[in-house]
């Protein structure tokens, strides 16, 4: 029995590679016993890293716009201002197939690396531009060469094992979320130094000439010293050697032609995941630009007049609220009831918050206040725990040599999704604001119907017949 017990040891041993980066990590994946902690702070720092540019400018592009001086009419601001939230996701929406064949071909850490020094240099630039062309353009090339997210879930599936997986993926959106969270905070209290904090910062100074390089600087220095910590990364993507094992010939083979484009759309499971998550990302990037506009719109178009520095105190606030939820109920919410379902739940509770949002305008003093962190708080997590729900479909739909192409095709669509959110939001606030006495819907209310109404179509969509799965 002992020398039975001891072949079936042998046989259900897996076959490490000598010098292969991924048997190494499998390998130490094996015997690990506590939780990675290491591997979850490399995570959040890298994914934060690319979160905070995207959009730490919502508080200050509204002034941004206005200095501009292209809009003639106060309500145009936000139609132009759509235009450049937009600007990063068509670039990345254009490159990320190609950065997730990159990631599968010449592994995780290379994306991740190029993705990072990209933040350096071009959220930099953004910082200095003088004009509306300018700002679209650097965001642009921000989106276009920066292919990091879409490896970065692969990588989280990747460097963990199998029972912290869910752990990991939340890791990923939690640190993505706070990072939409963070980078307003930064942009609301950072923008216009000369203005907000004149007795340090002249007029005359270089940030006084640029008043919205402050907060980009500041994320720029973050990311370059995540890109140095990037080197140390482990690789998880598996390189062997085509002589070591005949068969091992014979399964390169295989996943090459598994990994072709058109295998991964033919993969229901895979595709009806990532369609769910394009439609609550586009309601979610949506509501972002929104929220930031509104708030800073006067009273007198529905708005709640806030300045900058007051969206960057409401936004700190969602950051803690979120940080303390994703780490400690969301992984056992997921436990409980699966991603699905608390996809579903998270999506059916946003659509009464988010129609009471109109008459929070109504509000003053400290009930608004309470109100206005209270609902931004909530919308938050129920939005952070639906897109991690998706990232768990996705990547366990495809096996590891495709994971870099899936995620690629899903931040492909997905940045469609959202280059469509902020130019729509913004136009679409821009004409409910010219319906302060319609009969049906007025002002505000017709904005926050519309996008109630695309997280209704969300949540349907995660039932099926569409949202197929083998896995929960």
Sequence with gaps: MAIYDEVNDVLLEPVYHENCPGCKVDRRKRTQTGLPIKELIFMWVVVLCVALPISSLFPFLYFMVRDFNIAEKEEDISYYAGFIGASFMVGRALTSVFWG??????????????????????NTLFGFSVNYWMAIITRFLLGFLNGLLGPI????????????????LSSVSTSWGIGLIIGPALGGFLAQPAENFPSLVSQDSLFGRFPYLLPCLCISIFAFFVTIAAFWLPETLHFHKKDELECASAEKKDEKKDSTLISLLKNWPLMSSVLVYCVFSLHDMAYTEIFSLWAESPKSLGGLNYTTEDVGTVLSFTGVGLLVFQTSLYPFAERLFGPIVVTRIAGILAIPLLTAYPYIALLSGFMLTFTVNFASIVKNVLSVSIITGTFMLQNKAVDQHQRGAANGIAMTLQSICKAIGPASGGALLSWSQTRQNATFLPGDQMIFFILNIIEALGVLLTFKPFLVTNHY
Excluded: H, M, N
């Design 153 to 168: 879930k692969a990588y989280a599936c990747e460097i963990f094992p199998d029972r912290y997986q869910a752990l990991g």
């Design 101 to 122: 064949v990159i990631a599968d071909r010449y592994g995780r850490k290379p994306v991740i690396i190029i993705g990072t020094s990209t933040v350096v240099i071009f």
